[in-house]
């Protein structure tokens, strides 16, 4: 799915904030440093994207995991925060 609608999300994307000031559009090497960087890891259930009848992407949101417990085993330190994400998600 991510593969599928990886493109027509960031087309949604310029879309929606192509009129919020200050805002400008992602260019095509943008895009695609994003979807590299960002849809190798993003795990299936935590991405939902809803399409129309012609496929068009219409609505998507991503959720992330807490770092909570990795912040409070950290002391609020965020530099090695993945670190403690890591060890916190054995648990």
Known sequence: MIKNHGQKIFDFWNIC???LYGASPLTQC????YKKMYFNFISIDT???IVDK???VIAFGV???SFTMALRTAKGH???????TYISSDE
């Open 17 to 19: 904030y192509a009129e």
């Open 30 to 33: 943008q895009v695609d440093h």
């Open 47 to 49: 991405l939902s994207v």
């Open 54 to 56: 012609a496929d068009n």
């Open 63 to 65: 959720a992330l995991p």
């Open 78 to 84: 965020l530099f090695f925060r993945w670190f403690y």
